[in-house]
């Protein structure tokens, strides 16, 4: 099975979890964003596209195209 490594970027002001992972095809992955005190979650973005101001993510790996 196919492993791939999914990259996380941000801003500072906070964390997401997990940071980085390499991951099979059909994993699942939960990913937190984590705000350090006085900031908050403004905007969220996944492969390019807005998801809002949210706390987590669940996100699939799917094969690679």
């Given at each position: 099975n196919s492993?791939?490594?999914?990259?996380?970027?941000h801003n500072a002001?906070?964390?997401?979890?997990?940071?980085t992972?390499?991951?099979?095809a059909g994993e699942k992955i939960h990913f937190e964003f984590k705000p350090d005190s006085g900031y908050k979650v403004s905007k969220v973005t996944i492969d390019g596209e807005p998801k809002g101001?949210?706390?987590s993510w669940d996100l699939t790996v799917?094969?690679?195209h």
């Open positions: 492993q791939y490594l999914i990259a996380v970027s002001g906070g964390k997401i979890s997990p940071s992972s390499v991951e099979s101001a949210v706390s799917e094969h690679a």
